[in-house]
């Protein structure tokens, strides 16, 4: 089993919207922290927004206001609500968890495609 599964990508014209789901094994997300990276071809992966155990959260600038971070922890499943989309938000998008110890782990990807 995976600790990470992720689901949700797929091709949208811009301005629409996408929900991509992060599921975890229980004893990994309720120790970690999860977020949401995205990588383009050449480019090194970056944050997009992350999630505490506790609810804090943070948003890369560029998706303030448009994308949404939430967990549920009923389902141990991370959420992240695409809204507005644009062409630059064309990526694989990858769900991390990491303890505070420093583990860490990767789902396998799933790849989002905006159409101008």
């Known amino acids: 089993q995976r600790p990470l599964v992720e689901f949700g990508g797929g091709l949208v014209q811009a301005g629409g919207s996408l929900r991509l789901s992060c599921a975890a094994s229980?004893?990994?997300?309720?120790?970690?922290?999860i977020g949401w990276f995205r990588q383009t071809p050449g480019n090194e992966r970056e944050l997009v927004a992350s999630i505490t155990t506790g609810g804090s959260i943070i948003y890369v600038d560029s998706v303030k206001g448009r994308f949404t971070i939430s967990r549920d922890n009923a389902k141990n499943t991370v959420y992240l609500q695409m809204n507005s989309l644009k062409p630059e938000d064309t990526a694989v998008y990858y769900c991390n968890a990491h303890l505070l110890s420093g583990i860490f782990w990767w789902g396998q990807g799933t790849q989002v495609t905006v159409s101008s």
């Open positions: 229980e004893g990994i997300f309720s120790r970690s922290t």
